[in-house]
């Protein structure tokens, strides 16, 4: 079956560290990969996306490369600041699954001035 | 503006009594979505829908039942069997006429069951 591991936070940074979020995947076939992230009460906003092996996905400063060979689709941003502070969820979408989104358990991001 | 709307936000009830979660979205999607979210645990997916008048259970659908008699409807009624309701609650849609499209959510509906 599907499955997405992310790495355990929380991840506690300070404002214009350097950022790596940790995502592998379980999948048969070709997966399309995602990243969400909620902030405080509220849902989840699509971050970015890669539908196919090497895409890299960009949004707001953050990057993730989609890598076949390795399973894997780490989050990353050069500089972040404490607005960025939410908790971020990977996630895969597989042909064949009815559209279900499968997702990891979040990495829950704090970073202080 | 186009979105998923979740009401209320914050819902309050006493153990034993059936509460109905409202999710409207705007966006023409086909398919809609439940989810709920436990500190910890992630998304878990209770029911979804693909067309009206069609929905499937999923992983977690004991004492949750649905209904999807509008395309822009798809309330989740959370049932006095359910053990455990108290919980964050996320609707979510989806465009399934692109393969890649993402999931849009709506900002959650967190139930309090004392």
């Known amino acids: 079956g599907n499955s997405v591991t992310q790495m355990e936070g929380p991840v506690t940074l300070s404002e214009e560290a350097f950022l790596t979020i940790n995502c592998t995947y379980t999948a048969t076939g070709y997966p399309s990969l995602f990243w969400y992230v909620q902030y405080p009460g509220e849902g989840l906003q699509l971050l970015l996306k890669?539908?196919?092996?090497?895409d890299k996905g960009s949004n707001k400063g953050f990057e993730a490369t989609y890598r076949k060979e390795t399973t894997s689709f780490h989050l990353e941003k050069g500089s972040v600041q404490v607005s960025d502070s939410a908790v971020y969820f990977c996630a895969l979408l597989n042909t064949g699954t009815a559209s279900k989104l499968t997702f990891g358990t979040g990495t829950r991001l704090q970073v202080t001035l | 503006d186009g979105g998923i709307t979740q009401s209320p936000k914050y819902l309050f009830r006493k153990e034993g009594q059936n509460v109905t979660l409202s999710c409207e979205q705007n966006?023409?999607?086909?398919?809609m979505y439940w989810y709920r979210q436990d500190p910890g645990q992630g998304l878990r997916l209770i029911y979804y829908s693909q067309i009206v008048n069609d929905f499937q259970k999923g992983d977690i659908a004991e004492g949750y039942s649905v209904s999807r008699e509008k395309k822009e409807s798809f309330p989740l009624t959370v049932t006095s069997a359910q053990k455990n309701p108290t919980a964050f609650y996320l609707c979510?849609?989806?465009?399934?006429?692109?393969?890649?499209?993402?999931?849009?959510f709506g900002n959650g509906t967190r139930l309090t069951v004392t």
């Open positions: 979510a849609s989806r465009n399934t006429g692109g393969n890649n499209s993402p999931l849009h």
């Open positions: 966006l023409n999607h086909d398919a």
């Open positions: 890669a539908t196919k092996a090497d």
